[in-house]
């Protein structure tokens, strides 16, 4: 019996075992024995054949380990039936997000990305599974795996660093993708799409964390798992080598993940236009600043502001003009207040600033200065110079109020008394 005709056999018999051996399991294996077949029919028939490892392709031989890894994960690790990113872009929430994406397919053993290039797109797996793995193709070592409705890539885009490891398509891959600038411009789309991204990345970041404890308990499985290698009868220095990778592997997937969770807090507090604090943030921390102030019985000074006539400038000038006038006022605000001050984006064209420990004259002071800086200010936009005003209003703690709500409302009611009286100028509440 030649060759040809053992694959077609085992193709048939695996083929008949589907119920027993898992579908997803049987595919995987099928699609591999089908393509050594077609390689064994076109050396048959005299055909040119394709190389076996083209440049974007791994060898048959690590796809094996990669498939044969997989398929050991899946029958020790219990599968997630919880939400995944598939899922919630298919939510009726969000349908309309799909116009940011791209689609992309990949073949079985086709490396979709590679450690060390540039990472400024990121996917989502629309169906099939790849691998994850560093190092190189040779002798690599295997990070995990990533199935349907998972997204890979996303922290190389998040961060703004190279790709940390290399993605192996292990069956036919169907991919959602997106570059970073679409990825940041759907963060800004609204505060719920923000949220959503952030609480499904940190699930699977406590997910991978909880696989990477479990992972490093059994360093032997692993070992035999991924190299296919006896431990009894394994050189010992070779042996300690493994080991030694592996640890080193885990301390820095750990450091990577610590990392991004750390991006991803500092993403949830921020506004994404001027890099200020966001109006969720003010909220929890202005209430524990007011609680602490009461306790130990300092001042609060608090400055509300908003940039004159922002929709005439809008309509002058145009969207892109006005929000960088945005992200001018934002900078200026971060170089002009102190570590402790909280500057913060109110909303729209408002901002706010609570300065703890300064009293209504100091704040006032304060307001003055940020008034006159930012007058100063030219933002260029196509070959014009564009400048604009504040109007700013001025309460304090516990002269105007106890409660967020009194001090914000007095210093709301300063802030309307300056666009009234002329704009372009400071009242005290």
Known sequence: MDTIEQLERAIDSLDAQRA???????????????????????????????????????????LDRLLIAARDQENQTPQH???TFLEWFASPAGTPLFDYFSEREASPGEIIFREDENGDTMYIIRSGQVAIIKGGLDTP????????GDMIGEMAVLEGQPRSAS??????????????????????????ISQG?????????????????????DNKRLIRQVYALEVDNYDLTQLQDVLRQTNERLQAEIAEKEALQA?????????????????????????????????????IGIILMDIDHFKKLNDTYGHSAGDLVLEALG??????????????????????????????????????ALRLVFQELQVEYMNQSISATLSLGVSAFPTHGRSEAELLSKADKALYAAKNSGRNQVVVS
Do not use: W
Request: proline share 5%; with cysteine; glycine share 8%.
């Open 197 to 217: 991204i952030m609480e499904m990345l940190s699930s699977r970041l406590r997910e991978s964390d909880e696989a990477i404890r479990r992972e490093s308990i």
């Open 263 to 299: 991006t991803l807090r500092e993403q949830a507090i921020r506004d994404p236009l001027t890099g200020l604090f966001n109006r969720r943030y003010l909220q929890e921390t202005l209430e524990r600043e007011l609680l602490r102030a009461g306790r130990e019985g300092y001042t």
């Open 167 to 192: 993605v192996v398509a292990l069956t036919p891959v169907h991919l959602y993708s997106i570059t970073r600038d679409k990825f940041y411009s759907l963060l800004g789309e609204s505060p719920a």
């Open 141 to 148: 070592i295997i990070i995990g795996f990533r199935r349907s």
């Open 81 to 83: 039936h919880g939400s």
């Open 20 to 62: 027993t051996l898992g579908e997803e399991v049987v595919e995987m294996a099928l699609a591999l024995l089908r393509e050594k077949s077609n390689q064994l029919r076109l050396g048959a028939t005299g055909a040119e054949s394709a190389p076996s490892s083209p440049p974007n392709m791994v060898s048959n031989d690590l």
């Open 331 to 368: 900078q200026m605000l971060r170089s002009q207040t102190r570590g402790g001050d909280i500057p913060c984006r109110y909303g729209g064209e408002e901002f706010l600033v609570i300065m703890p420990g300064a009293t209504l004259e100091v704040a006032a002071r304060r307001a003055e």
